[in-house]
């Protein structure tokens, strides 16, 4: 079955406790997202990816560390985990057939993880 | 950056009604999608429909590029539609596919 998987789904943990959301996708898709959802905020890019190797900063990228070192995972760092770091996460990715000119293509995301700083 | 804008914000039917949810854009889109965010708060992909009607099932939706707007269609309600339902659409920039959300409308079926 063609899916986002992310792990874990739920994770509560105390401030600056490092930690590591996985991503991981079946699709060979070249892109990957993060995103985070708020209430009030709605949902905001953290970082992205285009392919191996090759990651950029998002609207809200401070406080995260991404890799990409291999096509199907993407994951998500906190080094240093904060209270305002609470939030719905969301792996996202689509296969991207290029810039200007190209066909764009659905995303897709993972089920979410509900992280809790205290 | 672009502004995206969805109606109503709440919406509270019968089951069995019908519904129709406006999302409105302020610029040239290349993606549009709409979304059912469900009470365990996973993103369930509806309709990937920058242009032109698709139908699945109950559901379907219209998107009119030229006039900035899409519209999705409910009919014969049933209480697992309920939810809150996104509109997101991304635009040139260089690569990045960011999906800007709209602020969704929070449909509520009641039995």
């Known amino acids: 079955e063609a899916q986002v998987t992310q792990n874990p789904r739920y994770l509560i943990t105390v401030t600056g406790k490092k930690l590591t959301v996985t991503c991981s996708q079946n699709?060979?898709?070249?892109?990957m997202s993060w995103y985070r959802q708020d209430p009030g905020l709605g949902l905001r890019q953290i970082y992205y990816?285009?392919?191996?190797?090759?990651?950029d900063k998002g609207d809200v990228p401070e406080g995260y560390k991404v890799s990409r070192k291999e096509k199907r995972n993407f994951p998500l760092i906190l080094e240093s985990p904060s209270p305002n770091q609470t939030s719905l996460y969301f792996c996202?990715?689509?296969?991207?057939?290029?810039?200007?000119?190209?066909?764009?293509?659905?995303?897709?995301f993972g089920p979410g993880t509900r992280l809790t700083v205290l | 950056g672009i502004q995206v804008e969805q109606s109503p914000p709440d919406l509270i039917l019968q089951e069995g009604a019908n519904s129709t949810l406006r999302c409105n854009f302020s610029?040239?889109?290349?993606?549009l999608q709409w979304f059912h965010q469900n009470p365990w708060g996973q993103l369930i992909n509806l309709f990937y429909i920058p242009s032109g009607t698709k139908q699945n099932g109950r559901l379907s939706a219209t998107t009119v590029a030229t006039e900035r707007y899409s519209l999705l269609y409910i009919s014969s309600s049933q209480t697992t539609d309920s939810g809150v339902y996104f509109c997101a659409v991304e635009v040139e920039d260089f690569g990045n596919e960011k999906l800007t959300f709209g602020t969704g409308t929070r449909l509520t079926i009641i039995p």
């Open positions: 996202a990715s689509s296969l991207n057939l290029g810039l200007a000119g190209a066909t764009y293509n659905e995303q897709f």
């Open positions: 610029d040239s889109v290349n993606n």
């Open positions: 699709m060979n898709h070249e892109y």
């Open positions: 990816s285009m392919n191996v190797e090759a990651t």
